[in-house]
């Protein structure tokens, strides 16, 4: 019998959704986190209760048959990149699985299966990177990701596949001026310090460049000599603003006490599908500019044309409804967040789009406040999926169609059952691969009420 703190080797059978392992000791599923099919592994199991077993790697003792050499000296101990070791082929083919099971565990059958779209790029594809600042062993200021499974622990990202060589260079300028600025990084157990993060948007459309030191209020910081090192860096796209946030929160995430521009404005913007977006400091814009085209594309395919009235529900910064309101006589998008329907508002304006209409509000309380009915409703909610409660009053507005965008599909296959059990059949299935050599993936889902197939 497996007992907790049992020490084991073992053979991976199988890889589930997100990067799990499944390995079977006397009969018993084991999940073993980071491995990868196919290969041997020692492990010590570090949970059981009941029939749920957990366990970790304590040594790679054979090799996946898909594994290569990973293309970067931090694979392994960095945390930005989960799949970089396995071909880009062999990715899509385990994510595309992955959600097929978890699709078909929820009884989702019968729909046209249209594979996965591949991302444009396989590499430097992302257009945002947060960047932490800590120390190395030998106490000198350090810059990059965090460590695997590490709280605190920072992990140097020279070499990093997923941004081109803009991040890098300005990663560098700005570790190399604050280092002889002698001034300390933030340490979450005490909170003291000044320096958090860095963070860098680059309009993967445009080559726009945004710049934002994060730090605490604690100490002064002269960084007009900062301004300049960066201005003066020599890089393929084009520094449009660099800000400096205040961040007093004790919270390992960014939160704006005040924001100051240094140089320049304080948005990029991007082009996508013809439309033009502002970007801001805390924006929420899909990570994968060109991958987004792809994703918008399937969204749009699946609305189809001559469409009357769309509800985009969780519409973020709008982008979606704008891209959609070509093909709708109004389009009414709802997001909780006041600073993303300010941006919505902002953007339908610079795209000279007239037929959107923007409310802030949650969405299981606006949909009490709506008088039209919808043809279509778009749903991209946040990775936990739909309310239970906003769902079940979606489902007694009875829109004909609905397209489901999902960054999450464990939440998706779950909502997904949740419309079938309630006259709703899933029509169409599309992964897009936004994010190489990691376990994530978005799914759009075209689901019909069964009386409208």
């Known amino acids: 019998m497996v007992k907790k703190g049992s020490i084991l080797t073992v053979t991976i059978a199988d890889t589930v959704f997100p990067n799990k392992g499944v390995a079977y000791v006397d009969g018993e599923r084991v999940i073993v986190h980071d491995a990868l099919e ?86 430097a ?64 157990k005490s909170h003291q310090g000044v320096l958090r993060h860095l963070v860098i948007r680059k309009a993967g459309t445009t080559g726009e460049i ?22 003066s860096l020599d890089l393929m796209g084009t520094i449009k603003g660099i800000l400096h946030t205040i961040n007093d929160g004790k919270a390992d995430a960014i939160q704006v006490d005040a924001l100051h521009v240094l140089w320049g404005r304080d948005y990029i913007t991007e082009k996508i599908l013809g439309l033009t977006f502002r970007v801001t400091a805390f924006s929420f814009f899909q990570t994968n500019s060109h991958g987004a085209e792809k994703l918008f594309t399937v969204v749009r395919d699946f609305a189809g044309q001559d469409l009357g009235v769309v509800f985009d529900l969780y519409c973020g910064t709008g982008t979606i409804a704008q891209i959609i309101s070509p093909q709708a006589k109004k ?22 789009l007239d037929n959107c209409r923007f409310i802030v509000g949650d969405v299981l309380a606006e949909l009490d406040n709506l008088q039209e009915k919808p ?42 059952a949740v419309f079938s059990a309630n006259g709703y059949r899933v029509v169409k299935v599309r992964c897009v ?18 009386e409208n197939i």
Do not use: W
């Open 331 to 352: 389009v009414i998008g709802i997001e909780i967040v006041p600073e993303a329907i300010e941006a919505a508002r902002k953007n339908a304006q610079l795209n000279g």
């Open 125 to 188: 594809y992302r257009n945002k990177m947060e960047y932490t600042f800590g120390d190395t062993e030998d106490g000198i200021l350090s810059l990059g990701l965090h460590r695997k499974r590490m709280r605190y622990e920072v992990s140097p990202v020279a070499g990093c596949q997923l941004v081109d060589e803009d991040f890098l260079s300005i990663l560098d300028a700005a570790l190399d001026y604050l280092r002889s600025s002698n001034v300390p990084f933030y340490h979450k």
């Open 38 to 123: 196919g290969q041997t592994v020692r492990i010590k199991i570090t949970k059981k209760r009941g029939s749920k077993i957990e366990a970790k790697i304590l040594e790679v003792l054979e090799r996946s048959p898909l594994e290569q050499e990973a293309p970067c000296a931090q694979f392994g101990t960095c945390g930005g990149c989960t799949y970089l070791h396995i071909p880009y082929e062999s990715q899509l083919e385990l994510k595309t699985r992955q959600v097929l099971e978890l699709l078909a565990d929820a009884g989702i059958q019968g729909f046209e299966f249209l594979g996965i779209q591949p991302s444009p790029n396989v590499t």
């Open 375 to 416: 043809d279509l409703v778009i749903l991209d909610p946040p990775r936990s999926g739909i309310h239970p409660k906003a769902l079940d009053k979606l489902i007694a507005v009875r829109p004909p169609r609905l397209v489901y965008v999902s960054c999450q599909p464990v939440s998706l296959a779950r909502d997904l």
């Open 210 to 231: 945004l710049v934002n030191l994060v730090t605490t209020s604690q100490g002064g910081l002269e960084l007009a000599g900062l301004v300049q090192k960066l201005l």
């Open 433 to 450: 691969d936004m994010f190489p050599h990691t376990p994530h993936v978005e799914c759009v889902t075209l689901i019909s009420r069964v």
